[in-house]
């Protein structure tokens, strides 16, 4: 049975989430700018923060994506999708219902794969949100192959010895402690041979080179750290899992971590497109609103189906997440929404930006930096190509080659194979293609 409908107690609480997000977080987006949703140390922002915070708690929606044993409403994937759509719609709202990556993500494995001590220490306050956390994989020389990656931690007697650089390590400016992946075991493939460190960001040896911000970005506001580590010593109690699972662990939380992020831009894209709406109703050329030339029905008819089949693409990878329990069985459709994220984002604000003239270029409105977040979705969690060859690998691997020399729905081919199937019915009157 295919059914589309929410039930109404949930819709009752998506109801509540959506007001809840339109009248007290939205607004935010034009006061604050984006990366300083993670500023623990933003007094200003804190005081209006805080207090939104504790009442989605008295509602019951903090931390939805977690288990009920970790103090979240453990939802499930379809759920949290409709409920991301709408937190996706400002900047901010994902910090208020305690479910902004990567703190969601280093929640998940921490959980998965801490001890007591590393979950008391770390998880607890991530979870609570009094403190934000850092995940720390990306070097300068590259991110999309790893086997470039150089940092590397060397066991010496009881410690480990951290050396090397990361680059675009997120929000690490604004937390307590960062994740970092190194490589402890250079004789094997970094895939066997590289493990996952928890490293305070105040720990003797980190050094922040700078702190590099996005376009259009003042370089004080920059929120991506370039990272060096001068011989920081860690212990073994510092390591996450065991050594040499740092790719087991950052598979565990990049499969969520994609599938979210394309949740919030179904909101965020369908926000811009209301904008747009709006002002293709209320700008008048040529004697007539926008809204009533052709061309205008045609882009705003493309740009309502193309996030509406990308919104049905995301909603039915949550639906199958949730059913097969395995993130390895939803690659494909993980690895797609990833990729129609980066596509619909940059359509949409682009478009935005177009239909708004120069109003919609200039620094009065924000859809200049939703067109940057857009290309942003396609570089964060590796680039668009990278998760294409995902898609691609999947469906070559659903179809095998044909041995023959002509191919599967070549017609002569069929039909002489199908002529005696049918002897009878084509000895009758009818008309049939040339080659019968
Ligand atoms: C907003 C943002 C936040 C980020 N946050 C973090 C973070 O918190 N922690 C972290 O570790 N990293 C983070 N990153 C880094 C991100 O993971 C990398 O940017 C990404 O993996 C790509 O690596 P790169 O930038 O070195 O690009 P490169 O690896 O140099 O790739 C450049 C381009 O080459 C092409 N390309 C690369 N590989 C292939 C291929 N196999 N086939 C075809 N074409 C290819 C693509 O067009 C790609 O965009 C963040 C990035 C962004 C944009």
Known sequence: MWNFETEPVFRASLDWITRFVHEEIEPLDYLFPKDETYNTRNESLMSILNPLKRQVREAGFWACHLPPAMGGGGWGQLKLALMNEILGRSFFAPTVFGTAAPDTGNAEILAHFGTPAQKARYLKPLLDGDIVSCFSMTEPQGGADPRVFTCRADRVGDEW???????????????????????????????????????PVNTPGVEFVRNSGMAFEHAEHGAHAYLRFNDVKLGNADLLGQAGDAFRIAQTRLGGGRVHHAMRTVGLAKRVFEAICERVQSRSTQGETLSRKQLMQGAIADLWMEIEQFRLLVLQTAWKIDRFNDYAQVRQDIAAVKVLSERVMTRVAGQAIHLHGALGISNEMLFGEYLLWGYALGLADGPSEVHQMTVAKEALRQVAPTESLFPTAHVPSQVAALRSRYAEALKLPGHKRGWV
């Open 161 to 199: 010895i951290l050396r090397g650089e990361k680059w675009f390590s997120s929000n690490a400016r604004w937390a307590d402690f960062l994740i970092v992946m190194a490589i402890t075991d250079p004789e094997v493939s970094i895939y066997k041979g590289a493990s996952m460190f928890l490293v």
